[in-house]
């Protein structure tokens, strides 16, 4: 019986199903650059002017450029670069660099004329945008009247990641307007594959490197469990979803997908949020006098939930999923799907709980 782990939380959980039921593995695409390529191209980075690495999110690829950064300072015998992080990855850039020597503060929003910033993220697929990108997440916290034009912009009110869309030319627009340089890090599970270092408006050129590697054709499957992949994806349900908006052709209609997700954090999403509180209508989102953060995932989950079911293991009370349309577990579930020319039923069953989980789909198994 194979086992499949998937992240949830800070932890992974193994999945046990029986062969006969998993319908193929996807490896990792791409070739893994090794510390000394990795290296090599971080020379753009003059390390000898003061320099102050900005984290708006935190991955285990950034947390390897930075490593290597700081290991080429040591090697130079130069004073190591400071890092600014957003509030929400704070503890956990304390806890993974505890060097003494090495100065950690919060990033804030007056800091960004500061031309010695210098900005890490690692690329990911976008419903709104196609890619997200350092351009896209700078947009999305400092550039709220920009969002407006982004949305309006859309492709439909379905997501489209991976998809080359003029969105992206606006958040390009916004970052021209900053003295500020990026390292753009595209990467798959196993570690580093390409990054692009400069102006944050040209680095997400490397968006190609993305596609070739995360984009994948599976046809479609009634049922699918979608994990986030790693642990900055999971921390609230609003940054969560991004991972269902990439796997939502790969869905059947009048399927069902199921996202793990632990979303600690809350809902991260101001818009979904006030939809929960009733301050927002879904009238209000395909075409709003102002944009309010995360309304493209709102109308994004209000369409896909009328091509399929959608459900989610999470720590967020009932009432906000039932709010939302969705189906709610405390754990993973037995999926068991039965046809008929007139209907179609799927049952969920309660099978365990907390950390071990277990999952057995009768019709296949995607991730």
């Known amino acids: 019986m194979p086992e499949i782990w998937l992240s949830y939380g800070p932890t992974d959980v193994v999945l046990d199903i029986r062969a006969e039921n998993l319908d193929k593995k996807i490896e990792p695409e791409g070739k893994n650059l090794i510390d000394l390529e990795i290296s090599s191209k971080l020379e753009q980075i003059d390390l000898t002017k003061p320099t102050e690495l900005v984290i708006l999110e935190y991955s285990k690829a950034v947390q390897k450029v930075i490593s290597i950064l700081l290991e080429k300072c040591n090697q130079k015998l130069i004073p190591k670069p400071k890092i600014l992080v957003d509030k929400s990855n704070f503890h956990i850039m304390k806890n993974i660099f505890s060097d003494p020597t090495l100065a950690i503060s919060e990033f804030s929003t007056s800091q960004l004329s500061n031309s010695n910033l210098v900005f890490i993220g690692e690329m990911e697929l976008d419903g709104l945008f196609g890619f997200n990108t350092i351009s896209t997440k700078l947009v999305r916290r400092f550039g709220k009247d920009h969002m407006l034009a982004a949305y309006e912009k859309r492709k439909g009110n379905l997501p489209a990641p991976g998809e080359d869309l003029p969105t992206l030319t606006i958040s390009q627009k916004f970052t021209d307007a900053f003295d500020v340089s990026a390292i753009e890090i595209v990467a798959n599970s196993l570690g580093v594959t390409d990054l692009s270092i400069g102006h944050p408006s040209t680095t997400s050129s490397i968006s190609k490197s993305l596609s070739s590697i995360a984009i994948n054709e599976v046809g479609k499957h009634r049922a699918i469990i979608i994990s986030t992949g790693k ?137």
């Open 231 to 367: 642990e900055s994806s999971d921390q609230t349900f609003g940054r969560s979803l991004s991972s269902l908006w990439n796997c939502s052709e790969a869905i059947k209609e009048e399927g069902v997908a199921i996202i793990l997700a632990e979303c600690r954090n809350g809902i991260g999403s101001e818009a979904i949020q006030q939809y929960i509180e009733g301050r927002i209508s879904l009238d209000r989102l395909k075409n709003p006098a102002k944009y309010v953060d995360g309304m493209e995932d709102l109308l994004f989950l209000t369409e896909t939930g009328k091509k399929f079911q959608i459900g989610i293991v999470s720590i967020l009370p009932e009432f906000y999923t039932k709010k939302l349309g969705m189906l709610s577990f405390g754990g993973i579930v037995h999926i068991e799907m039965q046809e008929s020319l007139q209907e179609q039923k799927f049952f969920f069953v309660y099978l365990k709980a907390e950390k071990y989980h277990q999952v057995v789909l009768h019709l296949g198994f995607s991730c």
